[in-house]
């Protein structure tokens, strides 16, 4: 394989990696709540100097490999989605980007989530998953809660600090790194939902963009082959 069919191949894969990012993102512009992932692309020695400083054993780096792309970093766009009044008392929207509701998993686990359209299950108030919304002190908010809007638990994290779970909850990697709001009604819109951050169009845009550049690299790689079919039968043919 020649030197530059490696960048080429490895660029394929970048791009296929961007079409199932943006296809989930898609997937998931009704989603309440929803923060859309992003890639960033590095390059090969980049990554490999990065694994060197978090203790792994780099034990060579090539000036030929680091033309080489990688898929360098996934993030989350933190950035607010719009949010859309709706009229139930169920529904909730938080204000700033960086806070959350609390809710407890099937398995007991608690999440954070900023998908705050709840509703009423077995005498709880729980999110479309059937989790159970939490308050300051981790209990489940009872369905006859008087004082719904102020029991309900915000908390504040970067997004830095967290793994997305699914589609649209998140663990935290530390409780250092999370602070209850203890005036949460600041935070909390009432009768209202966050919309999906991500943009339809925008999206659309990169998908093409992507699909492009695979297509690209997979001509340039069969352009390579041809040349080297050729090459090789010159030589064969001893001209």
Known sequence: M???THQLAASMINQLNRVDV???NLANLNTVGFKADNLSEGSFNSYLERKNDDGEKVSHLSYIMNTV???DHNYIDSKLGSITPTGNNLDFALSQANTYFKVESNNGEIELT???????????????NGYKVLDNTNNPIAANNEELMATISV???NFADLDK???NNYKYNSEDNVKVIEDNQKH???????????????????MIDAQRRFEQAQ????GIDDINKKVIESIGNGR
Do not use: Y
């Not at 001509?219 to 069969?222: L, N």
């Open 114 to 128: 900023r998908d705050g359209k709840f509703k009423v299950l077995d005498g709880f108030i729980v999110n479309q």
């Open 219 to 222: 001509k340039a790689i069969t």
């Open 69 to 71: 792309p990688k898929i």
């Open 155 to 157: 908390v504040s994290a």
């Open 165 to 167: 779970v699914g589609n």
């Open 188 to 206: 909390i819109i009432q009768g209202s939902i966050e919309r999906s951050n991500t943009s339809s169009i925008a999206s659309m845009v990169s």
């Open 2 to 4: 020649t030197q530059g």
């Open 22 to 24: 943006i296809s989930n």
